[in-house]
Every structure is written in C-alpha cells, then in structure tokens.
C-alpha cells in the first residue's frame, strides 16, 4: 500500500522541501538552543559539519574506488553509482546547518538505508526510465 496515494513530481517534493524544512530547521534551532544553551548548540551544528564531511568524504573514496574497479572489469557501476548520488546529498545536507538535514544526511550513510532507497527508486522507477 503506498505511503501517500496523491503522485507528487520531483519539483513538487523540492518545492516542498524548500518551503517546509527552513522553518522546521528554525523551531529545532530554538527548542535546543532554549535547552542546551547557544554555545553547546553552535558546537553541536560545527562538529555535525566536520563529522559529516570526513565520513562522506571516506565512503566517497570508496565508492570511486568500487565505479573505477566496476569501470575496469567491463561493468556499469549503476549501483555504485546510486550510492555515490546518495553520498553527495548527504554531504550537502550534513555541510547545511540543522539538526533535521543531520539526521537525514547521516541516514544516508547508512549503506544499508542507502540499499532500501535504491531499491524503492528502482521499483518506482522501472516503467517510467529506462533503467541500466
């Protein structure tokens, strides 16, 4: 059973995305901030950005090393690919400051979450594009 019956077009879900993540970003800053205080706050947003972009930037190499190796034994690294799509949305989304963009960016380090998109944008896509 799909999660949302009404089909939404990737500029809708951006659009939405750009309208609706800002103030939730916003109303986080303010619940921590009012809890922990600015400083804890700043430091927690500063070490999610270095955190974030030495892990992306590790799995990063490593999944070049995975399309270059799939390059060289004649293959089409589409998996590979996929995972390094995913890699640098979550590096964009770990280097933008807030907690929801944080979590959902180290989501997507997760191989095993990134294999589960994949797959779901295989599913949904297969009769839409032509697929490799």
């Given at each position: 059973?799909p999660v949302?019956s009404?089909?939404?077009?990737?500029?809708t879900?951006?659009?939405?995305?750009?309208?609706?993540?800002?103030?939730i970003?916003i109303?986080?800053?303010?619940?921590?901030?009012?809890?922990?205080?600015l400083?804890?706050?700043m430091?927690?947003?500063?070490?999610t950005?270095?955190?974030?972009?030495?892990?992306?930037?590790r799995?990063g190499?490593?999944v070049?090393a995975?399309?270059?190796a799939?390059f060289?034994?004649?293959q089409f690294?589409?998996?590979?690919?996929a995972h390094?799509?995913?890699i640098?949305?979550?590096g964009?989304?770990?280097?933008?400051?807030?907690?929801?963009t944080?979590?959902?960016g180290?989501s997507?380090?997760?191989?095993q979450?990134?294999?589960v998109?994949?797959?779901w944008?295989?599913r949904r896509w297969?009769n839409r594009v032509t697929v490799?």
């Amino acid at each position: 059973m799909p999660v949302c019956s009404i089909p939404m077009r990737p500029a809708t879900l951006l659009f939405l995305a750009f309208v609706l993540v800002p103030p939730i970003e916003i109303g986080l800053f303010i619940v921590v901030g009012s809890r922990i205080g600015l400083g804890p706050t700043m430091a927690i947003v500063l070490l999610t950005a270095v955190l974030g972009a030495t892990l992306v930037s590790r799995q990063g190499r490593g999944v070049l090393a995975s399309i270059q190796a799939e390059f060289a034994a004649g293959q089409f690294p589409a998996r590979s690919l996929a995972h390094g799509a995913m890699i640098l949305v979550a590096g964009a989304l770990l280097v933008t400051p807030g907690f929801l963009t944080d979590v959902v960016g180290f989501s997507l380090l997760s191989p095993q979450i990134r294999e589960v998109l994949r797959r779901w944008g295989v599913r949904r896509w297969a009769n839409r594009v032509t697929v490799l």
